[in-house]
């Protein structure tokens, strides 16, 4: 990782922006592999039965919103129980579209209740999803959002911090995971067009 970080930040120098591109996604394809195997090892010495779910809304100035939820079982991600949304309203209003999200998401009384829920974004997403996560599923559901900077990097994740402190990693890489699955279907849907 550090030889393709230094590799990276010398092709851009150079201007080789291409380049550059394929080692940043290079190197964030090894940090999630890394974060996953620091995971299961965790779980491994110490099972809990515990289920995560992460959301994530994607667009490009309103266009093709999609929505998506992925979960995480005893620390280990589970794709069989992925799903994806297409927003129906609020084109251009990530805490409008989260919040459909949500309702779609709670009428689905099939689903298991999850443990915990992560957002991507600030307190205004937090209390978009406590409003609904809370009131309408379970107010023992643990609620996190992660706040992001200008480059979409971690800054801070906003909730109860017991919760925070206790699932930390597993909060960042889910939270990771559902904005790689929302844009990609983003994508697919754009293709289309």
């Known amino acids: 990782l550090r030889g393709l970080r230094k590799h ?3 092709e851009a120098k150079l201007r080789n922006f291409e380049k550059a591109a394929i ?3 290079k190197i964030s394809a090894l940090e999630h592999i890394n974060d996953i195997a620091l995971i299961r090892e965790r779980r491994k010495s110490s ?3 515990f289920r995560i779910e992460a959301y994530d809304v994607a667009h490009i100035s309103g266009t093709n919103t999609v929505g998506a ?3 995480m079982e005893d620390g280990v991600f589970a794709k069989h129980e992925y799903k994806r949304f297409k927003i129906r309203g609020h084109k251009n209003d990530d805490p409008g579209s989260l919040n459909e999200l949500l309702e779609r998401r709670v009428k689905h009384t099939e689903w298991r209740t999850p443990d915990l829920v992560v957002t991507d974004g600030g307190n205004v997403q937090l209390d978009v ?3 609904i996560v809370q009131h309408r599923m379970s107010d023992k559901i643990a609620i996190v959002s992660v706040l992001k900077d200008d480059k ?3 800054l801070k994740i906003l909730g109860e911090s017991a919760v925070v402190r206790d699932y930390h990693h597993d909060i ?3 939270n990771a995971e559902a ?3 929302a844009i990609a279907y983003h994508r697919l849907l754009r293709g289309k067009l």
């Open 152 to 154: 979409h990097k971690p």
């Open 47 to 49: 099972p809990t039965g």
């Open 8 to 10: 990276m930040k010398s």
């Open 23 to 25: 080692l940043r996604n």
């Open 172 to 174: 960042l890489a889910i």
């Open 69 to 71: 939820m992925v979960v």
């Open 179 to 181: 904005h790689r699955f």
């Open 129 to 131: 999803a406590t409003k």
